[in-house]
Structure formats: C-alpha cells, structure tokens
C-alpha cells in the first residue's frame, strides 16, 4: 500500500507464504506477534514440556519484537494457550521469568490441540512501542 507505514516481519518459515501469514506485524508504535510455538524448522522442541516450549516460545517473541523495532518491556498483552491446564504453573513460571516486572494483561486458556501433537503451548504477543514510558 502506497503511504503505509506496515512492517512485516517473517520468521522465514515456510508457511507463510503457504498460509499467508507473517511472524509479527508492525504498524506505527504497534507490534502484534502471531501465535508461537516451540518449532524451529519442521522440528518440534522439547515435546511434551510445558516450560521448555514456553520459554523457547517467549525467547522466539522476544527476537520478533526486536526484529520489528521492539522489546519485551513494550508487550501489553499476552496470550497463551495450552493443551493440559494441568500444566499451568510450568507455563506461569517461565513466562514470570520474562514478565514478572513488566506484567502485561495475559490469558491462559487451554485448548483441545495444537498443530502438532507434541506441541503443547502457544503464545501471542501485542506491544505497543513507548507504551511504557521508555523505548522510542
């Protein structure tokens, strides 16, 4: 679009070509990233293990929203799914490990399944640049 001030930012995945999807979106001081899982290539990472997918997830945000000009301190809202509330407290650790003081607005809602079957967790992340006072 002429005028736009839209940023795609790919993963290099190859479906997003295929789905027609980008990893995040910038748009003006908006980041939105798209759901996330502990996949690199076409392998899944640690199957079956809540904390290790959420902090591979989050370290995979947190290079999205650096791509796009942004940092976690600029994440307003996260949102988690997962498949076994049951694992909850692992997914809430590591993502406090990232959180605990920037404390965006999150949800954790568990879903029947995921992609793939090992995967257990997927996150989505908004941030808003300079909504926290300090990055520009």
């Known amino acids: 679009m002429a005028g736009s001030n839209r940023k795609n930012i790919s993963s290099g995945a190859k479906w997003e070509d295929i789905v ?6 910038r748009v003006g ?4 990233v ?9 392998q899944v990472m640690f199957p ?9 997830i989050l370290l995979k945000i947190q290079q999205a929203l650096e791509d796009a000009g942004a940092g976690m301190e600029d994440v307003v ?5 997962v498949t076994d509330m049951g694992q ?3 997914v809430g650790k590591a993502h406090g490990e990232f959180f605990s003081k920037i404390k965006p607005a999150s949800t954790m809602v568990e879903v029947y399944s995921l992609i793939r ?6 996150i989505e992340a908004t941030a808003i640049i300079g909504g ?3 990055s520009q």
């Open 132 to 134: 926290n006072g300090e």
């Open 48 to 56: 079956g293990e809540a904390y290790n997918q959420t902090q591979y």
């Open 20 to 25: 027609g999807y980008s990893r995040a979106v």
């Open 77 to 81: 809202r996260t949102r988690i799914f």
């Open 88 to 90: 909850w407290e692992e």
């Open 117 to 122: 079957s090992e995967l257990i967790v997927e």
């Open 34 to 42: 798209a759901g996330t899982t502990a996949v690199e290539g076409d």
């Open 29 to 32: 001081n908006i980041v939105e």
